[in-house]
């Protein structure tokens, strides 16, 4: 079995080609068999041969038949954990995950016009709650810190969220609070500390959190409110300011996952699924700065 299995994860997603058989001890001319090259003679292969290649192929194409794929929609917060998630449950299962990442909101508006997508991992409740699950599959699998970031080296060590109090000239890239879960928090934070009408003239919008802080990063905007999380991503440039901006008693930034209807009967999904809510899932989800909810 364990030689069936080396050939899957050469590619689980194809058989080998020509140059992978001579790289493994095969002999291969076109339009002829493939052979073992160590027992080539120009007259017969041995039986023996025969049924060892024919086995490997064997165990080769059952390993492909079982690896699966789970497509799973991701809020553009949470993108590269899932990219982490899926790396390490790929690794251990064979199976593939498909990362298609967005909005929450784009990303809801895609499910219930029936995009084919086996699990959600929306950035609030609200809208997973509206979209129906399989076997009332659904549960809370990070909890979303909210940050002011910047890059811009005139800030020097200075304290983000005064700088939002007097802003000037300078632009402030949030998400855009009617598609993302992180736009609405930023809002939030700014109405509570009666800074939202002030800073209008200043704000930028991008689709998701994603583009907000692609705007800081390229310089197209001084600051942004963005995801405690991003701040792992190692292409970040230097930082020269981050802040927390919370607000005491926020809970927009409860992330639900929801395996979807689609998911029923396929067996990666429901496995990717429980990885999620599995020691090792929330161990990574806790590492990249996200809380995590009580699950007992």
């Not at 304290?159 to 609070?177: F, K, Q, V, W, Y």
């Amino acid at each position: 079995m364990r030689l069936g299995l080396f050939f899957v994860r050469i590619d689980r997603r194809r058989l080998l080609d020509a140059a992978e058989f001579r790289a493994l001890g095969f002999s291969v001319s076109a339009g002829s068999a493939i052979v073992p090259r160590s027992n080539v003679t120009g007259k017969t292969v041995s039986r023996v041969h025969w049924t060892l290649l024919l086995s490997l192929l064997s165990l080769a194409t059952t390993g492909l038949a079982r690896a699966d794929t789970v497509t799973v929609a991701v809020a553009s917060n949470f993108a590269e954990t899932a990219r982490v998630l899926a790396s390490d449950f790929e690794d251990s299962t064979g199976h593939e995950v498909r990362i298609v990442q967005g909005s929450t909101g784009k990303l809801h508006a895609q499910i219930v016009n029936g995009a084919p997508f086996d699990i959600f991992l929306s950035a609030d409740v609200e809208r997973a709650a509206t979209i129906p699950s399989a076997d009332n599959g659904r549960f809370i699998y990070a909890i979303g810190r909210l940050v002011v970031w910047s890059r811009d080296t005139t800030l020097g060590d200075e304290n983000c969220l005064s700088i939002i109090e007097n802003p000037g000239t300078r632009r402030i890239a949030i998400a855009n609070p009617a598609l993302a879960p992180y736009g609405r928090a930023a809002q939030q934070f700014l109405e509570t500390y009666d800074l939202w009408e002030r800073v209008q003239p200043n704000l930028v919008y991008g689709e998701n959190v994603a583009q907000a802080l692609q705007f800081a990063a390229t310089g197209n905007a001084q600051l942004a409110f963005i995801s405690a999380s991003q701040l792992k991503n190692d292409a970040l440039p230097r930082t020269t300011c981050v802040k927390a901006a919370s607000v005491d008693g926020d809970t927009l930034l409860a992330q639900q996952a929801v395996l979807l209807d689609r998911a029923a009967s396929n067996e990666a999904a429901r496995e990717f699924f429980e990885y999620l809510r599995s020691e090792q899932g929330r161990a990574t989800i806790s590492a990249r700065y996200y809380d995590l909810a009580d699950q007992s």
